[in-house]
């Protein structure tokens, strides 16, 4: 059993915007809770919980993000929106195949890299635009 975390927050991660900071980590902090569970070798019964838990606050997240960016008038949002609803169709798509694998590990490092890579690459954009 490890109690090491999966993904360690950065400074870096940091937007600057500080209610979307605060769900981008709480996001990680979920995914990290998720690997927890799954490094126990906890039943579907905790991860169950928790990737509806996830799901979730995901939603929450992407409606706080896109309000923002909406009012900040922000030039790519729609781009933006796109690409969250493109993860919330696919991570429907892992979770399965992940269920049909017995295959957890599938579903954390597909959330990781999505994760990461959205918020320092993609989420990074706007800060700009909100952030005069
Ligand atoms: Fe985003």
Redesign the pocket.
């Known amino acids: 059993m490890s109690n090491s975390l999966y993904i360690v927050w950065k400074e870096g991660n940091n937007t600057g915007i500080p209610i979307i900071d605060e769900q981008h980590r709480g996001i990680i902090s979920t995914i990290n809770s998720l690997h927890y569970f799954i490094q126990n070798g906890d039943s579907e019964k905790i991860l169950q919980p928790t990737l509806v838990t996830l799901k979730q606050y995901t939603l929450i997240?992407?409606k706080t993000?896109?309000a923002i960016?909406a009012k900040a008038g922000y030039p790519d949002l729609e781009e933006?929106c796109a690409?969250?609803q493109g993860l919330a169709e696919k991570t429907d798509h892992v979770y399965q195949e992940a269920i049909t694998n017995k295959d957890h590990k599938l579903v954390l490092s597909f959330l990781r890299d999505w994760w990461l890579n959205?918020?320092v690459r993609?989420?990074s954009k706007?800060v700009p635009f909100v952030i005069k």
């Open positions: 997240h992407f993000e896109e960016i933006h690409l969250h959205h918020i993609i989420d706007y």
